[in-house]
């Protein structure tokens, strides 16, 4: 049996082999739509590249391996991947996920697949038990994040599978907070590992690409068929960058959790600071689950400054100079969102209020930069 390497090899050398035509060690970008056949279903392995292209199975690889699972699929977008995945679904199954969630999924399920006969209940899953009071004979999917976003709840993963196991029901984990280098849900015993590969895993903000990592063959064989005849595939150079981005994820996510933990407790410390979201805290809700089913904390931390109402905190943020004002997360740069008014706009104020997301909430996603700097920025702008 090969030895499996340890995160921080595999991340450069899990799956990859130097390219076969040349032995180049990057896989190249084969900027190819189509590829030549010696007769009609001959070939070398790759007919068209919404079906197979070889960068794209490079990351494909790549990403099977560091979240230790047998087969991965890359997609579009985030988003697409999670369509791909409720598209495993027929109408009348429910989906049971958790209460605070990224706005895009929210709108996905609310907006597009509930016309489709597809219900969804939205719980927190702070405590397993209230998932227990929702299932039923209906429910197909369990969707979690953790972290959540913005909130930063942890949701206990192995509880959530140890709940349903023996049952006709997937659990799948959006793991884009988190990344592959703190959390590996698979080895929980989840069915569905999703990324916004986006963020962390490419983290230099230059490409937009979803991930799908499963172990079951059969789900991996129906995630396949609907990856190539919806088509929702992510191109050649995404492919490309977002396996350059994996390569030095390890050490960029090391330096995202130490800049993390320092910002977090000088908020936790600052007067002007009247609460502080980071699961490193041991007064965190399930800050002991976090320590069990985490490597580290991460690099999102989200507070709300004291007696701050929506245009206090607007100013706060167009105050940052370093901390870029910004949609997304995961990236080297340090940024800076208002959820309630960019990524979580979409759910309605009476819902995302009841999570925990008020008009006066700050998310960062704190960078690699100098810590110094950064806590210099955040002073002058908190004032």
């Known amino acids: 049996m090969k030895k499996k390497l340890h995160f921080n090899t595999a991340t450069i050398h899990g799956g990859q082999s130097p390219d ?13 739509s189509t590829y030549a056949q010696k007769s009609p279903g001959k070939h070398k392995g790759f ?49 049971i996920s958790t209460d605070d969630l990224y706005g895009g999924s929210y709108r996905l399920f609310t907006k597009i697949f509930k016309d ?22 209906k429910t197909r999917l369990i969707w979690i994040e953790t972290p959540t976003n913005p909130m930063m709840n942890i949701i206990d993963i192995k509880s959530v599978v140890d709940l349903v196991k023996g049952r006709d029901i997937l659990v799948a984990v959006d793991n884009t907070f ?60 995404d492919s490309f960058l977002t396996l350059r981005g994996i390569k030095t994820l390890h050490v960029r996510m090391q330096r995202h959790c130490e800049n993390t933990a320092q910002i977090a407790n000088f908020l936790n410390e600052s007067p002007k600071i009247e609460k502080v979201f980071w699961p490193g805290f041991k007064f965190h809700p399930n800050h002991k689950i976090a320590k069990n089913q985490m490597k580290d904390f991460g690099g999102m931390v989200s507070f709300v400054t004291k007696g701050a109402d929506y245009k206090s905190a607007i100013k706060i943020v167009e105050r940052l100079k370093i901390f870029t004002l910004a949609e997304s997360l995961g990236g080297v740069e340090s940024l800076a969102g208002h959820p309630a008014s960019m990524t ?23 960078g690699i930069e100098h810590i110094d700097d950064l806590i210099a920025d955040l002073k002058q702008a908190i004032g």
């Open 20 to 32: 076969k035509a040349y032995g180049a060690v990057m896989p190249p970008i084969y900027q190819t």
């Open 47 to 95: 007919e068209y590249s919404r079906t197979h292209n070889p960068t794209r199975e490079a990351l494909e690889k790549s990403l099977a391996n560091i979240e230790s699972g047998n087969f991965a699929f890359a997609f579009g977008s985030g988003l697409a991947a999670m369509d791909a995945v409720l598209k495993t679904l027929k109408p009348g199954d429910e989906i």
């Open 116 to 137: 489709f006969g597809l219900n969804f209940q939205f719980v927190s899953m702070y405590d397993t038990k209230n998932i227990s009071n929702v299932l039923n004979d």
């Open 178 to 237: 988190a990344s592959s280098y703190i959390q590996q849900p698979l080895k929980m015993g989840v069915d569905i590992v999703m990324h916004s590969a986006t963020k962390y895993l490419a983290g230099h903000s230059d490409v937009i690409l979803g991930a799908l990592i499963v172990n079951d063959k059969n789900l991996a064989e129906r995630l396949r068929f609907i990856q190539n005849a919806s088509g929702a595939v992510c191109g050649p150079m």
């Open 344 to 366: 979580h706009a979409s759910i309605p104020k009476q819902i995302r209020e009841k999570s925990g997301v008020v008009d006066a909430l700050i998310r960062l996603s704190v």
